[in-house]
């Protein structure tokens, strides 16, 4: 049985270019029936949500947010659910704007407690 993202507090591993998710940055992960939620906060990023589904190990989401400079951003983005060794989660991202030109990958992984 795949693990639940349900009330799961998640962050970057690294630190993308100004504007966009970061180290900073904090996802609170909902899930229920096959559909995956979030909302987050942190560095660059004023509010953001993100809403989609889940099929097994996959989310496919698209992601609206707003940034501390004034500006809007949207996109889509397909994750691979892995479980790490220690029991906890990371999001493996391919990503790309919707809003603009760009793509890229990324890693968030499931914060511990003392790192929310």
């Given at each position: 049985?795949?693990?639940?993202?349900?009330?799961?507090?998640?962050?970057?591993?690294?630190?993308?270019?100004?504007?966009?998710?970061?180290?900073?940055?904090?996802?609170?992960?909902?899930?229920?029936?096959?559909?995956?939620?979030?909302?987050?906060?942190?560095?660059?990023?004023?509010?953001?949500?993100?809403?989609?589904t889940r099929e097994g190990d996959r989310l496919d989401f698209r992601?609206?947010?707003?940034?501390?400079?004034?500006?809007?951003?949207?996109?889509?983005?397909?994750?691979?659910?892995?479980?790490?060794?220690?029991?906890?989660?990371?999001?493996?991202?391919?990503?790309?704007?919707?809003?603009?030109?760009?793509?890229?990958?990324?890693?968030?992984?499931?914060?511990?407690?003392?790192?929310?």
């Amino acid at each position: 049985m795949a693990v639940s993202l349900d009330g799961l507090h998640l962050a970057p591993v690294a630190d993308q270019s100004a504007g966009q998710v970061g180290t900073r940055t904090r996802f609170a992960y909902h899930e229920q029936d096959g559909a995956v939620w979030a909302e987050y906060r942190g560095g660059d990023i004023v509010r953001g949500h993100l809403v989609g589904t889940r099929e097994g190990d996959r989310l496919d989401f698209r992601y609206v947010q707003l940034r501390t400079d004034g500006t809007t951003a949207s996109g889509h983005c397909v994750s691979t659910v892995v479980e790490l060794p220690d029991g906890r989660v990371r999001l493996e991202e391919t990503w790309e704007w919707e809003s603009g030109p760009g793509s890229g990958t990324s890693v968030v992984e499931q914060l511990t407690e003392d790192a929310r």
